[in-house]
């Protein structure tokens, strides 16, 4: 169990942070900034929730219990020695990523197939979603490049790949199962 009894600990005054395993690096390093976009997605999702009822509601929560799930993989590198640690960190799995994908093909089967791009907007959820979603996608490309430099868990990318999907999707439902959604016409203001 978390026990979080001082919160400053003047342990970054410096500009380190510690990671999950101890190591200590620079606040400003893409691991951390990584977790961080991950963190910020997760308040979006918050945000959301304001305006959220039921089922939607409910799958919020769980994709904020999901985000949390994903920092602390994100924050604890070195995957090789998982087996080994006496503390075995917490992993994203494959069962996560495809919860979304069953939720996402059930909302989108209520869906209408689009023959437009829609744009952000429509109900108050809604826009919160597109929020949601455009956020999540600075986060997967941040994993994605820390991926480039450092051993990342393959199911965190799928993951945020498949969450901004999900957000997508569930932006049409909160605007009435498609049907108020504001779609895009090109060229309309020139």
Known sequence: ??????IYTKTG??????????ARVAKHSMRVTAYGNVD???AT????RLHASGEMDAALQRISNDLFDLGADLCTPDMHNDATAAY???RMIEAQVARLEAEIDVMNAKLTPLRSFILPGGSALAAHLHVCRTVSRRAERGVVELATMEEV???AVKYLNRLSDWFFVAGRIANNDGKDDVLWVPGLTR
Request: hydrophobic residues 40%.
């Open 13 to 22: 005054d410096a500009g380190e942070t510690a990671l999950g395993n101890g």
């Open 88 to 90: 075995p960190p917490l």
């Open 1 to 6: 169990m978390v026990v979080l009894s001082k």
């Open 153 to 155: 868990n393959n199911e």
């Open 45 to 48: 999702v918050g945000m959301a």
């Open 40 to 42: 910020e997605t997760n």
